[in-house]
């Protein structure tokens, strides 16, 4: 089995229309293969104080490091902050990894 050079991107936004643009530009650039997308409730501290609010998680399968060319696509669709977490895979499927592949056949490394 051929080692898995891919990862899986973890990005949060506001809105479920900004998660589908930023999906969907990634595709377009071919930046990734594959988008997810759900909604999810986030808690969290802001200026010492718990909030509660709604939020939509964005999975992007791409190549690994590419997560500076990401943070371009989202820095052109939203202005706030928010989380975009690298994790890289250690083993994935071999009929997805062979898809993949085909699939990735621009190089961003350079």
Same mark, same amino acid.
């Given at each position: 089995?051929?080692?898995?050079? #891919?990862?899986?991107?973890?990005?949060?936004?506001?809105?479920?229309?900004?998660?589908?643009? +930023?999906?969907?530009?990634?595709?377009?650039?071919?930046?990734? +293969?594959?988008?997810?997308?759900?909604? #999810?409730?986030?808690?969290?501290?802001w200026e010492g104080?718990?909030?509660?609010? $709604?939020?939509? +998680?964005?999975?992007?399968?791409?190549?690994?490091?590419?997560?500076?060319? #990401?943070?371009?696509? +989202?820095?052109?669709?939203?202005?706030?902050?928010?989380? #975009?977490?690298?994790?890289?895979?250690?083993?994935?499927?071999?009929?997805?990894?062979?898809?993949?592949?085909?699939?990735?056949?621009?190089?961003? $490394?350079?």
């Amino acid at each position: 089995m051929q080692r898995a050079e #891919i990862a899986l991107y973890y990005l949060t936004f506001a809105t479920l229309e900004e998660a589908q643009a +930023v999906a969907y530009e990634l595709l377009r650039q071919k930046i990734a +293969v594959c988008t997810n997308w759900f909604p #999810i409730t986030c808690a969290y501290l802001w200026e010492g104080e718990i909030h509660r609010e $709604s939020e939509t +998680v964005l999975i992007v399968k791409a190549r690994a490091g590419m997560r500076h060319f #990401i943070e371009e696509v +989202v820095r052109q669709h939203i202005d706030y902050t928010q989380f #975009i977490g690298e994790l890289p895979l250690t083993d994935v499927n071999e009929a997805f990894l062979n898809w993949f592949f085909r699939e990735m056949v621009e190089d961003y $490394s350079s």
